[in-house]
């Protein structure tokens, strides 16, 4: 019996029946929770500003729906007191590595050896982004120079770009790799059709840049004018002219943002004619999540 019970039964309030099954409902949906057979999920911190890390966050109860349901968090310094980096299903890795920091290039080592999935969480880790700008010669580390994309020092299986990327992508992507790992036949067909793309987008490289629109885009001919690109970008270095994009090269932090949402960019055949049943799955998946948002 809850506090407030007591207190009322004490005051001789009588409990209303409506909240006794609200009561008993939460009762029951908690004994149903599955504990057993979750993913081992990591968020291992390279130089980053823990902005993707707060994306994750931003799913709100969705998070902690995945976190009760389908992964336990192995591993994340901001969070929790797991000094060293452990064996991951899939490992979150925010920001790029400074290849002067010996410690981080062995994190990022380290995180490969041991994580069946790597995941570029963000453009930082995925482009350099912001960190492509960094020339050293600070305080109080001057020769912390150069940083480069994660995909520069390991192989990358899955990108999620974005500065901050959105807090759906993760939760989808986290969703899809649990089906990956611990779904029936058929889930793990959807859900290798849903992260192609984004496997996709780790192969073609590591740099972002509005540049890529002009290049694998509009000199392909394959710009239709949608301006997605220009809502997408987080600086608004975007605008359209006459139907087409026009970049503001030095606002430009090349987060490869623009380019990832970008419908003309590496729009993938295989998994739009799904999208009814991916986005169906998610929502199943976190149904109780969504309900107490
Ligand atoms: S998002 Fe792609 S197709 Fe749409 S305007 Fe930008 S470059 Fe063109
Ligand atoms: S133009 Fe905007 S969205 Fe595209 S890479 Fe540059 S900052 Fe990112």
Redesign the pocket.
Known sequence: MGLLNSVKKIMGVETKPAQVAMEKKAEATKEKKPVTNKIKLGHVHMSGCTGCLVSIADNNLGLIKILDDYADLVYCLTLADVRHIPEMDVALVEGSVCIQDHESVEDIKETRKKSKIVVALGSCACYGNITRFSRGGQHNQPQHESFLPIGDLIDVDVYIPGCPPSPELIRNVAVMAYLLFEGNEDQKALAGKYLKPLMDLAKRGTTGCFCD?MDD??NQG?????????ASCPVRAIT?EFGK?QGERDLCIKCGS?YG?????FFNLDVIPEFESINEIIADALKEGESND
Not at 222 to 230: D, F, I, K, V
């Open positions: 629109l885009v509009i394959l710009c239709m004018g949608c301006g997605t690109c220009a359209l994009p623009c949402a970008c419908p003309r960019s």
